[in-house]
DNA sequence: ATAAAATATGGGGTTTTCCCCATATTTTAT
DNA sequence: ATAAAATATGGGGAAAACCCCATATTTTAT
């Protein structure tokens, strides 16, 4: 009895050819694919429609990977859960680990290492490839970068580092005075080690705040 | 006779899913698939290696989409490019096209689509859908936006905008005057019609020279 | 319950950025 | 060939950002 995937990506022809693919694998079989999160939750109402194995895009427009995982690992924690992205960008593969996904495959992988992967993820209920492990792994060890916590506040100040607007219309924005303002940026330089408002504004776009 | 193709892609798993999807279509069939546009241009040096059409990805870390369109064009001329990208980003478009691509998909397309574009693409020399051509013609009429040129300088200049050094520093890594980059920062800013550093910093960072 | 931490605000001063003025050289285009 | 544009530099001043000081309130944690 072969094994049963589903394939969530927004991008359907990406979807369709892994889908290709993985049905030349002995082992597995693709069920259905899915564009996002939110139709995967449609068809998982159907107890006939949950497969043994989710091949998770992280990056989707309606649902994101992220998301999709966490409700997964909630609602059906028996389904393995592989993330697929682009990059192995590290907080990405925190992100889904900690969240409940229980592998992790870069889109630049063989397709022998997809069936590799594919594999061990279902004898051995999980699969990291090296790099992976070491991020995870490394992760644990600097709990101190971890603790850095941003308040609702200066997510909301973040937001506007990016503008061109001055620390007296973002005050105006924000219903303060401009010396609350600059008490935000201060926190946050000394939180992320920063010194000027372009240092604010580069750690605002590369870490999803603006 | 099937009609060659060659796929671009650094996504392995990708390139070839895709590659998978293409062999099944009746009139067409994939040479072979690369990582990058370096190692197209070394396959190119042998003459039974040139297809008739190329399926090429944008974003690449060697040599990108942007670089290998305009090699192809100019040296092999008869061989018809087709972007391949995740969004639809009206500059990357522009950019393409003006480059020598004559068709643009995006990954989020069907497989059916895929294989329409493909021949559209060989009948009738060039495939856009709808939404590309619409951003290309629109592209005509503000040719103002299009003729923002940036120096190597200024480039470079855009690279350190995006640190904390102040324009002092900058000025000592560039080798030249505080003056000199205060007035590429003025030159930007007057062409980008931006105000401030975090203003430069943000456009350096979305559009890929930082 | 009480101390610690986070939030919100202010005074005042230094540095950096921004923006006006201008000039000499080099490159590009007609 | 000559004008226009881009490059590189400078003076000086206004505005913004940075950074020290401090305080009152609220929230969080032990």
């Not at 592998?103 to 069936?115: C, I, Q, S, T």
């Not at 506040?153 to 924000?174: P, Q």
């Amino acid at each position: 009895m072969k094994k049963t995937i589903v394939i969530v990506d927004d991008h359907i022809l990406i979807a369709k050819a892994l889908q290709g693919i993985i049905d030349n694998f002995a082992a597995f079989e693709v069920m259905y694919v899915c564009e996002n999160g939110k139709e995967l939750i449609k068809n998982f109402e159907n107890s006939n429609k949950i497969p043994d194995i989710l091949l998770l895009d992280i990056s989707m427009p309606i649902m994101d990977g992220f998301e999709t995982v966490t409700w997964v690992t909630a609602h059906h924690p028996e389904v393995k859960v592989m993330a697929l992205s682009m990059q192995g960008e590290e907080k990405s593969v925190i992100k889904m680990v900690s969240n409940g996904a229980k592998g992790y495959l870069l889109k630049n992988a063989h397709p022998v290492e997809l069936e590799n992967a594919l594999t061990k993820l279902n004898i051995n209920g999980f699969f990291y490839p090296d790099w992976a492990s070491k991020i995870i792994f490394s992760s644990l060890n600097k709990t101190k970068d971890a603790e850095i916590k941003i308040s609702d506040r200066e997510k909301e100040f973040l937001k506007y580092t990016v503008t061109e607007l001055n620390y007296k219309e973002i005050a105006d924005k924000m219903f303060c005075s401009p010396r609350t303002v600059e008490s935000y940026r201060d926190q946050l330089c000394e939180k992320l080690e920063l010194k000027t408002r372009v240092g604010l504004a580069v750690f605002a776009i590369k870490n999803g705040f603006a």
